[in-house]
């Protein structure tokens, strides 16, 4: 049985991962082994009412080099602080690794077996052993587009994201929560009163937001009452790093290299607590009945829902409230705009922590040992 080495398991993504795997019994594929880069030598997690062995060094090169797998949640400094020592060390297991860091290397593949088995399929035959969960909007993007994709029926295809507050980290939610509940305090009374002025109230909360005590050190700006037209670093060509991604990673999750499919929009953060949601304008590179394009992107995987473009439905099933903690990944809002026949609309929403983060991970484990 192969040995697999588990890090970052105890954070906001590893934590969803290993939910997932016990549900699933991947664990029973594996002989695990639990590292950690702050409590070294306490307990490791209870699996199937079985105690696992005390938390190994997660910077220790010779005890990583004796696992045959490595999944690790545990981000971009921990990936590029070990990952090279690691490799220069002559370690011959496979990499699996939630963090941005590798996913645009030449020897990594960017994992979302739904969309990109072929690739994933030709790289495993061609001895690459690093593999990359990919960003999230583009992988729920992928996850709803991706019959439309492999038809190759997209010309290009601009997105505005609405991405959760999961999506910046733990803290990040934590921050949202206590920003809701200042808010609320500050007009708690007005509220109670129901003869008092909303717009009186609106001023109060907007005076609260805007005061240098209101809890901003994650964000930097308020979330709650508000949007972040803003996420990632900024790039020399006007876009942020997170839009930057839309293309290229869309691009090489596929296996069309160089890019050839322009991915472009703007990335916004909202309120939401979980889920990201995205609203796309789709240039097709032929008229398509619109029957026909749901037929198509209902038949890719076996998550992918076809929301009806009306409304008690949709604001039924095309929701965060409704997605939030499900596999199934809908799309809606699907119709042709007023520009033109091949000019499509659709508006879709799937859950950041699960095929955003972690399924694509645990997926890969299957298929390097089931």
Request: net charge negative.
């Amino acid at each position: 049985m192969q040995k697999l080495g588990m890090i970052g398991w105890r954070g906001m993504v590893g934590s969803v991962l290993m939910d997932r795997m016990q549900s699933e019994g991947d664990f029973s594929f594996v002989d695990p082994y639990f590292f950690s880069t702050s409590q070294v030598g306490q307990k490791g997690p209870i699996l199937n009412g079985k105690t696992t062995n005390d938390l190994l060094d997660a910077y220790d090169i010779d005890a990583l080099k004796e696992m045959d797998i490595i999944i690790t949640c545990q981000g971009g400094d921990y990936t590029n602080s070990v990952y090279k020592k690691l490799m220069e060390s002559g370690f011959k297991g496979y990499w699996i690794d939630a963090a941005s860091a590798l996913r645009m290397e030449s020897n990594a593949v960017i994992i979302l077996d739904p969309v990109n088995k072929d690739v994933i399929d030709n790289a495993l035959n061609s001895g690459i052993k690093t593999y990359v969960g990919g960003n999230c909007t583009v992988s729920l993007m992928l996850m709803a587009l991706a019959g439309l994709f492999k038809q190759d029926l997209i010309e290009w295809v601009s997105s505005s994201t609405y991405q959760a507050a999961s999506g910046a980290g733990a803290k990040n939610m934590r921050e949202l929560l206590v920003q809701m509940g200042a808010l609320y305090n500050c007009v708690e009374s007005e509220l109670k009163d129901s003869h008092s002025n909303v717009l009186d109230i609106e001023k109060k909360v907007r005076m609260c937001m805007n005061d240098d005590t209101f809890p901003t050190d994650n964000f930097t700006a308020p979330l709650a009452g508000s949007v972040l037209p803003w996420i990632d670093k900024e790039m020399e060509n006007g876009q942020s790093k997170e839009e930057w991604k839309g293309m290229s990673e869309t691009n090489k999750i596929l296996g069309l290299a160089p890019a050839t499919i322009p991915v472009d929009g703007n990335c916004v953060r909202i309120s939401s607590l979980r889920c990201h949601s995205q609203s796309l304008t789709i240039k097709l590179k032929k008229d398509v009945a619109v029957s026909d394009i749901e037929s198509i992107i209902k038949e890719q995987n076996d998550w992918v829902r076809v929301i009806e473009n009306k409304k008690d439905v949709t604001l039924d099933k095309l929701t965060p409230a409704y997605v939030s903690g499900k596999l199934e990944v809908p799309i809606g809002r699907i119709r042709k705009m007023m520009m033109g026949p091949q000019y499509l609309s659709a508006f879709t929403v799937g859950d950041q922590l699960l095929w955003g983060a972690a399924e694509p991970l645990r997926r890969m484990l299957r298929l390097l040992v089931a």
